[in-house]
């Protein structure tokens, strides 16, 4: 649903406006969910103007909302992870995410920390992958308690993801 500036000022308005506590369903699932939980259609409001001019919207009280995700998630629906992705594992969402011309080398490194101590001393561990320049890293150094050395590489990588064991 493509907005102007006046529009889009509008959505957010009516949206701040909203009462907190409440969800909202819009479009053909706002109908579903009033003829199959309210069991009629008066509950419907046509945002944007009317019929299929505006966009269909169903108000959720908190009850509701978890008796419809109750229903939807437990009674004989199939569901399948399609994509899954993290802040560092992006590569699923790789062709939404930089179409466009953005570059690639803005995809975040992925990084393995491993914590010791060793006749008082804090050492660290790092492994990193960095799938873009197609490069893994290894590192062991010495750090403060407040781990200062391993902040300053993390933000250096670009990391946005770390693994950490258990």
């Known amino acids: 649903m493509a907005l102007d500036g006046r ?4 959505f957010v308005h009516w949206y701040k406006s909203q009462i907190k506590g409440f969800y909202s369903v819009h479009g053909e ?3 579903f969910v009033a003829r199959q939980f309210y069991k009629t259609t008066a509950v419907v409001k046509h945002l ?11 108000t959720l009280n908190r ?8 229903e939807l998630l437990l009674e004989g ?4 992870v399609e994509l899954a992705a993290s802040p560092g594992r992006l590569a699923a969402f790789e062709e939404e995410l ?10 975040p490194v992925v990084v393995a920390v491993v914590l010791a101590m060793k006749e008082g001393v804090r050492e660290v561990g790092l492994a990193y992958a960095d799938v ?5 890293g290894v590192a062991q150094f010495v750090d ?23």
């Not at 930089?98 to 995809?107: K, S, V, Y």
Request: net charge negative.
């Open 98 to 107: 930089f179409r466009g011309g953005i570059d690639m080398a803005d995809t």
């Open 48 to 58: 944007g103007g009317s019929g299929d001019a505006g966009l269909s919207s169903v």
């Open 144 to 166: 403060d308690e407040l781990l200062c050395s391993l902040e300053a590489v993390l933000v250096q990588l670009g990391a946005k993801e770390v693994l950490l064991p258990k």
């Open 63 to 70: 009850n509701l909302f978890e008796q419809v995700l109750r």
């Open 77 to 80: 629906t199939d569901y399948a």
């Open 29 to 31: 699932d706002a109908l």
């Open 7 to 10: 529009e889009q000022s509008g």
């Open 132 to 136: 873009v320049a197609r490069r893994l």
